[in-house]
């Protein structure tokens, strides 16, 4: 806890305390669970309100995994939980090599983007991703992805996660995307924010920390453009990148930056909606405490959801704990945590 407040203290975000408990901070946290045993602890915990949602991997699922989760749903529903709405219940559906449930998007976002027709492309692929989603009763999806590559090979293009090397492509097809999938009532996400486009193929915010050094003027100009699209096209959510931006913040990476998330993504474009982070765990962030301390770095930043992705219950319900410690202590502002509560409460109001 040392460690969390002098990080705190640094990013100039200590500030008064509020009296919290596990089932206020459950609804900021996405948990994660390994295989296909559909652990009882988690509808255990849905039935005290101390659940915020759960990402599905392949190997979550099987024939029961539609069953399993209207069971969380129901247990939720049935306990009279201050948080109204669903539970989030999430996975990566983006396409091509990158999918978690059976079904379409049929092509990759980078085949999407050379299609002759783009708009009609990116809908489509909608239009599956919902589809697959709903089959498995979930509804919401960490899609698209909005990274502008920069040169062939590179880390979004050698899985063809990114639609195309021109922003305007991007922006066109993610939008395109965003607005078909939520028609039929499935959330999306675009990620990474400000843009991993130009990673290299080795630079993988998942194992180790990386850099990109990009003048302002161009992640403003280049990377960030599609977040534009995206937020006019009505997004519900966006997904900060892990990696670093020094030309806005040296010291934090975008997703525990609230130069990037507060100032840029809300300030500088716009943008209303919830912000999720990244997998919490990632390599990306080694320096920066264990998996509850950067839950309450990124929530203190501006992040409303925290994903707790290491296929561990104990995982997300330690950042549960850590969450209401930060605020019951001051550590996390009161304020803070106020105004993201009241986010993600309008966002599941609308599932």
């Given at each position: 806890m040392i460690l969390l407040r002098l990080l705190l203290a640094t990013a100039g975000l200590y500030s008064s305390?509020?009296?919290?408990?596990?089932?206020?901070?459950?609804?900021?946290?996405?948990?994660?669970?390994?295989?296909?045993?559909?652990?009882?602890?988690?509808?255990?915990?849905?039935?005290?309100?101390?659940?915020?949602?759960?990402?599905?991997?392949?190997?979550?699922?099987?024939?029961?995994?539609?069953?399993?989760?209207?069971?969380?749903?129901?247990?939720y529903a049935s306990a009279g939980c201050a948080v109204k709405g669903p539970l989030l219940i999430l996975t990566d559906q983006e396409g091509?090599?990158?999918?978690?449930?059976?079904?379409?998007?049929?092509?990759?976002?980078?085949?999407?983007?050379?299609?002759?027709n783009l708009a009609a492309a990116g809908n489509t692929?909608?239009?599956?991703?919902?589809?697959?989603?709903?089959?498995?009763r979930n509804n919401g999806n960490l899609a698209p992805v909005l990274d502008v590559y920069h040169a062939a090979g590179d880390f979004e293009d050698q899985n063809e996660r990114s639609y195309s090397m021109d922003p305007g492509v991007v922006a066109q097809c993610g939008a395109a995307f965003i607005k078909a999938q939520q028609a039929q009532g499935v959330v999306a996400t675009a990620k990474h924010f400000p843009g991993l486009?130009?990673?290299?193929?080795?630079?993988?915010?998942?194992?180790?920390?990386?850099?990109?050094?990009?003048?302002?003027?161009?992640?403003?100009s280049i990377d960030e453009a599609p977040y534009t699209a995206a937020i006019a096209a009505g997004v519900k959510m966006i997904m900060p990148s892990w990696a670093l931006y020094p030309a806005l913040d040296a010291?934090?990476?975008?997703?525990?930056?609230?130069?990037?998330?507060?100032?840029?993504?809300?300030?500088?474009?716009?943008?209303?909606?919830?912000?999720?982070?990244?997998?919490?765990?990632?390599?990306?962030?080694?320096?920066?405490?264990t998996d509850p301390q950067r839950g309450v770095l990124a929530m203190a930043a501006g992040v409303d959801i925290v994903l707790a992705a290491a296929r561990n219950v104990s995982q997300g319900e330690g950042v549960v704990s850590a969450l209401v410690t930060a605020v019951n202590s001051g550590a996390l502002s009161s304020s803070t945590f106020s105004a993201s509560t009241a986010r993600v409460s309008s966002l599941r109001a609308t599932l």
């Open positions: 305390a509020l009296a919290i408990t596990a089932a206020d901070a459950a609804a900021h946290v996405i948990f994660s669970y390994p295989g296909t045993a559909h652990p009882a602890r988690l509808t255990t915990l849905a039935g005290k309100c101390q659940l915020g949602g759960v990402i599905i991997f392949k190997e979550n699922v099987d024939s029961a995994l539609p069953g399993y989760i209207s069971g969380l749903q129901s247990a091509g090599q990158v999918k978690r449930l059976p079904g379409g998007p049929t092509l990759s976002q980078k085949m999407i983007g050379q299609q002759s692929a909608g239009v599956q991703a919902a589809a697959a989603l709903k089959a498995y486009g130009a990673a290299s193929a080795s630079e993988n915010t998942d194992l180790r920390p990386v850099t990109i050094s990009r003048s302002l003027a161009d992640l403003r010291k934090y990476p975008s997703g525990l930056s609230s130069k990037w998330i507060q100032g840029e993504l809300r300030g500088w474009l716009g943008y209303k909606g919830v912000v999720i982070t990244d997998a919490i765990e990632a390599g990306g962030l080694n320096g920066f405490g």
